[in-house]
């Protein structure tokens, strides 16, 4: 093999894969990168076993071949070189000579055949999803997956298509993220419902970053494929049953406030200084026209702040997870959120004040 190609793309495509190569793993392999020369296209694989990406580019085939090459040493490499056109060739046994400027190096690589196989998504049409939609609904369930590995349901999200509607859901089981958005449905693929792992998410939310086209969804049994124009990401899926969600959704209806988005970040950050590494609450009291927000921490002291909100409803007093908070708040882009309490014990449903389709459930602490 004997491959040229200009280091911006290059670069980019070899960091772009980086969040699934496995640098300690039982199969030396996972640490490495398949790099295939066909025509004039240049494939560069990926994956630790359950999330793969392979990507392909443009460059100069002078000869066509794969070779499997350590991935975080030809990044490192690359990231260093100048700006110019890079040579690639492999050499006897297994080298890759690497030729940029006045620069050589050689890397030891791997027997190409000793690489995991892709599943091959070539005529599936699948779900056909907005880039952009999709990458926003992730970037807002993202923080809801839960971390906790004796819970496995929940360290992915759902993603349950049907009836011309997709939804992403995440829960950690103190706190639930619910988005949707509306589409028309692929070409022979009617409904879908599987739980996507956190990982696989992160890695395809970089993926369409800077894209704004189209992505294709397609069911591959235990495994997932997302197809975009010059990439794609293959997923395994997370076996068993996701919670009953719809259980714990609050009713948008009964006493509510609307808070500047602003206000309620900035108060909930001030306050948030005095909790320390404790699981203190975060008192919120609503009252007509204000909310007044308090901490109490019995090592360091109090703190309390006071906004204008727009409530008109009996007052209540109920305690947060301040942090629960402050993701959501982090992921709400309007100039105004609405909070519905029921009482202090039961789900509180927060909302952008003005736009449907993002929901999410957090649970209070006793105070």
């Not at 992915?156 to 995440?170: D, K, N, T, Y």
């Not at 591959?220 to 124009?229: M, R, V, Y």
Request: net charge negative; charged share 25%.
């Amino acid at each position: 093999m004997h491959i040229q190609v200009v280091r911006g793309p290059f670069l980019s495509t070899l960091s772009q894969i980086q969040g699934v190569i496995e640098a300690k793993r039982t199969l030396p392999i996972l640490s490495h990168l398949l790099l295939e020369a066909q025509g004039n296209r240049i494939t560069i694989s990926g994956t630790d076993l359950d999330v793969g990406i392979q990507t392909t580019l443009d460059g100069d085939v002078k000869n066509e071949g794969r070779v499997a090459v350590s991935g975080k040493k030809l990044y490192e490499i690359t990231r260093e070189l100048p700006e110019t056109s890079i040579d690639l060739r492999w050499r006897e046994p297994n080298n890759i000579e690497i030729l940029c400027a006045k620069s050589v190096f050689r890397l030891r690589g791997a027997v190409a055949e000793d690489f995991p196989v892709f599943p091959d998504m070539t005529g599936d049409t699948g779900i056909i999803l907005s880039a952009s939609a999709l990458r926003t609904m992730i970037i807002k369930s993202l923080f809801a997956i839960s971390t906790d590995q004796t819970r496995p349901t929940l360290t992915g999200a759902l993603l349950h298509i049907s009836q011309g509607e997709v939804r992403i859901v995440a829960t950690d089981g103190h706190r639930l993220s619910l988005v949707k958005a509306s589409l028309d449905l692929g070409k022979g693929q009617d409904a879908l419902e599987v739980i996507i792992p956190r990982k696989a998410l992160v890695e395809l939310g970089k993926m369409l970053k800077d894209d704004s086209g189209e992505i294709q969804v397609i069911p591959l049994g235990h495994q997932i494929g997302f197809l975009l124009p010059q990439s794609r990401l293959i997923s395994r899926l997370i076996e068993g049953q996701f919670p009953n969600y719809e259980q714990v959704l609050p009713s948008p209806g009964g006493p509510g406030a609307i808070l500047r988005r602003d206000d309620f970040l900035g108060a909930l950050r001030r306050i948030s200084t005095i909790a320390g590494d404790r699981a203190t609450p975060t008192v919120l009291d609503l009252r007509a026209g204000r909310l007044l927000i308090s901490c109490t921490n019995v090592d360091l002291g109090e703190a309390r702040e006071e906004i204008a909100i727009d409530y008109q409803d009996p007052e209540v007093t109920v305690g947060f997870n301040a942090k629960y908070l402050l993701d959501f708040l982090g992921v709400v882009e309007e100039p105004e959120i609405s909070m519905r309490i029921q009482d202090p014990l039961s789900p509180a449903l927060f909302q952008p004040a003005k736009m449907e389709g993002f929901s999410c459930v957090i649970m209070p602490m006793r105070i």
